[in-house]
């Protein structure tokens, strides 16, 4: 609050984060501040838990020690309180238990968005082998490598060397080196390849 009676707020969330609290009952006038309603749902539900405890025939006679007000006031009064006050990146308790049960409950993996047991389960699909080839259309021979059966299309002048089969070679070896300048020829020739005959294609100088 500033000296001229406005309240300079630093933050939204003490605009927008609102809570239900109670500030009087009937002609008690409770914490100035109030008292927050999601604590008496937790003062409620601690409580349930306690009675419930108390049935349980080890812990009941272990809880059965304690004094009657530490067993059914003390303990679940500090336990709503501890929970009231406690926050998990800004999310109330409640909120951040529900969220925290449900990662621990999901399924760790999922195959096509459905829950499956383990990695094992999982139908994986691999793509095939890809083959990449210039179009032609750039102004100049990329460097490559094609074993047949296929055809080329060179458009550039250029000069191919043929290496016979021999030392063991079944195929034959095509060299097609382009030439300076790489002047594009009026009529485009076609070299056809066999099986397994491998063309190496080079930029030239």
């Known amino acids: 609050m500033r000296g001229d009676g406005s309240i300079e707020i630093r933050s939204f969330r003490s605009v927008f984060d609102l809570e239900r609290r ?7 006038r409770l914490n ?21 405890l108390g049935a349980v025939p080890i812990v009941g006679a272990l809880l059965g020690l304690l004094p009657w007000y530490v067993h059914y006031a ?7 309180a501890l929970l009231t006050s406690v926050r998990v990146e800004g999310r109330p308790f409640h909120l951040a238990g529900l969220a925290l049960a449900r990662f621990v409950l999901s399924p760790r993996h999922l195959n096509g968005l459905q829950p499956c047991s383990s ?18 259309s750039d102004s100049h021979l990329r460097r490559v490598r094609f074993v047949g059966p296929g055809a080329a299309l060179v458009a550039v002048a250029h000069e191919c060397t043929v290496f016979r089969a021999g030392g063991g ?30 063309l190496d294609i080079y930029r030239g100088g």
Request: aromatic content about 8%.
């Open 22 to 28: 109670i500030y009087r009952l009937d002609s008690l």
């Open 32 to 52: 100035p501040s109030g008292v927050p309603i999601r604590g008496v749902a937790y003062l409620v539900g601690l409580a349930t838990c306690m009675l419930l």
């Open 74 to 80: 003390a303990l679940p009064f500090s336990g709503a």
């Open 119 to 136: 990695v094992r389960d999982y139908r994986r699909w691999y793509p095939p082998e890809l083959l990449i080839l210039p179009d032609g």
């Open 169 to 198: 070679r079944r195929a034959p070896r095509l060299v097609l080196r382009a030439l300076g300048g790489q002047c594009a020829l009026t009529h485009g020739r076609v070299l056809e390849l066999a099986k397994g005959v491998r």
